[in-house]
């Protein structure tokens, strides 16, 4: 027959181990995580240069930008 003491022992070391699972887990998923995102940053850059264009006034703008369709 075995022990109360021996069943909650080995019912906290159960646990225990499910926690280094769940521990090795999220160390897992955060270093796939910052992978990804390293992956992706340069893309989020991409067309950064260009941005400024958006901020000359109107007469320097091409034609069709800031509704202006005669060009000028």
């Given at each position: 027959m075995v022990s109360e003491e021996r069943l909650?022992?080995?019912?906290?070391?159960?646990?225990?181990n499910q926690l280094r699972v769940i521990d090795n887990r999220i160390d897992e998923l955060t270093a796939y995580r910052a992978n990804l995102a390293k992956q992706i940053a340069p893309a989020?850059?991409?067309?950064?240069?260009?941005?400024?264009?958006?901020?000359?006034?109107s007469e320097y703008q091409p034609p069709g930008?800031?509704?202006?369709?005669?060009?000028?």
């Open positions: 909650q022992q080995a019912e906290r070391e159960l646990k225990e989020t850059k991409v067309g950064k240069d260009l941005d400024q264009l958006d901020t000359l006034p930008v800031d509704g202006d369709t005669a060009g000028g």
